[in-house]
Structures are given as C-alpha cells and as structure tokens.
Nanobody, 121 residues
Framework: QVQLVESGGGLVQAGGSLRLSCAASGRTFSSLSMGWFRQPPGKEREFVAR???????YYANSVKGRFTISRDNAKNTVYLQMNSLKPEDTAVYYCAAAQTPWASKGDFGSWGQGTQVNVSS
C-alpha cells in the first residue's frame, strides 16, 4: 500500500501561482504512476493530471498550458505547479498513486487526504 501526504494548498488571487507537493511512502515510488485529481465545491472529483513512471504526462483540457505535473524519484515526491489560477480552480486537490507504470485515469487506487486550494477573483 502507498501512503500519500499532500501539502502546499492555500488562498491565492486569480492569476497567481501555487505549487502542490505529495510525498509518497510504502512502495517503490519510481515504478508508480502518480496523479492529481480535484473536487470543486458541490461537484464530483475530477481528473487533473498524471505522470507515468517514465515521465510521460497528460492533462485535463481545463488545466492544459497552466498546470505542470512533475516527479522527483529521489525524493519520492510528485508536484503540481499551478500558474494563471482561476476562481474555477478552487477545489480540494488530491494526490493519487497507481501500481502500474502506465496508468489510465481509472487505475488510481491510493489517495492522499487532500489539500484545499482557494482562488479569489
């Protein structure tokens, strides 16, 4: 099993930036696919971005060009750099792990506790 702990959320004005971090433990991090999901107020959880074991990335259309997912295997950590933030990016952001190097959105089975991001207009 993988344990995940997110950090880096907070309050930011529209147009600003935040970087989320997720520290993983319990499995060989480099073999995992890692992802970020979010749950806006009153809505269901949605996919944001994922990075495969080999570094390939994929983004939701709503964040493409503004968000960047990256990983540091030496630190067992995955990041989400969020730029040009909009009020509609307000959500609880969750880190997720999949025990396959080439995960699709439905393969993520380990979750962090979430970190709140609020973007004011």
């Amino acid at each position: 099993q993988v344990q995940l702990v997110e950090s880096g959320g907070g309050l930011v004005q529209a147009g600003g930036s935040l970087r989320l971090s997720c520290a993983a433990s319990g499995r060989t991090f480099s073999s995992l696919s890692m992802g970020w999901f979010r749950q806006p107020p009153g809505k269901e959880r949605e996919f944001v971005a994922r990075i495969w074991s080999g570094g390939s990335t994929y983004y939701a259309n709503s964040v493409k060009g503004r968000f960047t997912i990256s990983r540091d295997n030496a630190k067992n950590t995955v990041y989400l750099q969020m730029n040009s933030l909009k009020p509609e990016d307000t959500a609880v952001y969750y880190c997720a792990a999949a025990q396959t190097p080439w995960a699709s959105k439905g393969d993520f089975g380990s979750w962090g506790q979430g970190t709140q991001v609020n973007v004011s207009s």
